[in-house]
């Protein structure tokens, strides 16, 4: 059992009870899905709301956005969990969840590409719109080998790693900019920007999601390619 299956059975045994719960009230997944969006909604607003009223040194808002998106990847669990013990799964079902999970990833990059824009971390900004990018393609590249025949689950970056790297490295930026400084930096002479600073602690995870995520798009097509030229 790999270091993912061990811990997604962990969280599975810990949401067990939640999940019962839920059944015997009648709470189907399509309701927990909604819930999901809504909390990524929250996410950025929190952000947008950080970016017109808070100031540039502090990444409170983003500590707690990564909580919320964090929290919220819970319920992207649970919703299917919730179908499969509840006997509730259905075609429809899970393209509703396919679907929704879209909108709240990219309702969640819309939030962190204006908090961004904001506050003039343009390069940041532009890795978050291609992290957005390569985010969508990974799905949809599986989505579309899959309505082929082909099973294109290979790759890392699928939707529970890029939502873990979003919310735990904005959590551990906000943590420090509290706990130390918000205004971080280090210089190296002769080079006019900073070679790291405290919103790097969020943005660099971002930058590797958004180079990793496009090369599992891509791995993702070559290898339906082959798959697809063996039949």
């Not at 999970?101 to 003039?120: A, N, P, T, W």
């Not at 090369?215 to 039949?231: C, D, G, N, P, Y």
């Amino acid at each position: 059992m790999t270091l993912k299956e061990y811990g997604q059975q962990v969280v599975y045994k810990g949401i067990h009870p939640f999940i019962k719960l839920l059944i015997k009230l009648g709470i189907t997944p399509n309701i927990i899905t909604l819930i999901g969006l809504g909390l990524n909604f929250l996410a950025a607003i929190v952000l947008i709301y950080g970016a017109e009223m808070g100031v540039r040194e502090d990444h409170s808002y983003v500590g707690w956005a990564g909580a919320i998106i964090l929290f919220a990847g819970l319920f992207d669990m649970i919703d299917g969990r919730l179908a499969r013990l509840g006997n509730m799964a259905n075609d429809y079902g899970a393209l509703f969840d396919s679907v929704m999970d879209r909108y709240s990833e990219m309702i969640m990059f819309l939030g962190i590409i204006y908090y961004l824009v904001s506050y003039d971390y343009f390069m940041s900004s532009l890795f978050a719109f291609i992290a957005m990018i390569g985010s969508v393609m990974v799905s949809y590249t599986r989505a579309r080998a899959e309505g082929l025949g082909v099973n294109c689950s290979v790759g890392l970056m699928q939707r529970p790693e890029r939502i873990l790297i979003i919310g735990i490295s904005a959590i551990l930026c906000g943590v420090f900019s509290s706990l130390y400084s918000g205004n971080f930096r280090f210089m190296v002479e002769g080079i006019p920007f900073p070679l790291f600073e405290t919103i790097t602690i969020f943005t660099l995870p971002l930058t590797i999601l958004a180079v990793m995520a496009n090369i599992t798009a891509l791995r993702r097509l070559f290898h339906s390619k082959q798959e697809l030229m063996k039949e």
